[in-house]
């Protein structure tokens, strides 16, 4: 599609197994609290299913900022911690759900204001809870969102 990707991840294990996985981008270790990228450098910057694994979700969004150019974007994926099935599986001390932090649109919200409105959609809700009752183990059912905001993944753009 002529983009030029740059990928990162903190474990070289990975970054090994995505070079050969995915041709024409580049790949390299790093850590999403401190890019080795100038100012500026690229128009969007994403990060999918990253922030629930990070120390510092707020400090990670900087960094993204940082690396953004002025009329760029921020682009965020992250598990909704208020979806039914996340619920579950948190609940049934599922991995990975059960050692991150799980945000919810709120939160995310929360965490992009910095640097714009976010613009969010999730994914459609998880059909195999009916959305009626919530799972064995969770308590209460959970809040109706607003925008639709129920699905297990929400994607987040800010422009800056």
């Not at 100038?38 to 999918?48: E, H, K, P, S």
């Amino acid at each position: 599609m002529g983009y030029r990707v740059t990928g990162i991840d903190v474990a070289p294990e990975m970054v090994e197994v995505v070079q050969s996985a995915v041709p024409g981008c580049t790949f390299q270790v790093a850590d999403a609290h401190a890019l080795p990228f100038d100012d500026g450098t690229f128009d969007i910057v994403a990060a999918m299913a990253t922030l629930e694994f990070v120390p510092d979700p707020a400090a990670a969004i900087a960094e993204m900022a940082r690396c953004a150019r002025r009329g760029g974007h921020l682009l965020v994926g992250t598990l909704n911690r208020l979806a039914l099935l996340n619920q579950h599986r948190i609940a049934k001390g599922k991995e990975p759900y059960a050692s991150t932090h799980l945000l919810s649109p709120d939160e995310l919200r929360s965490l992009l204001a910095p640097w714009g409105p976010a613009r969010m959609l999730a994914s459609s809700p998880d059909r195999r809870g009916g959305g009626a009752l919530p799972p064995e183990g969770v308590a209460g059912p959970p809040p109706v969102r607003r925008g639709g905001l129920n699905g297990p993944f929400i994607v987040a753009e800010v422009g800056l």
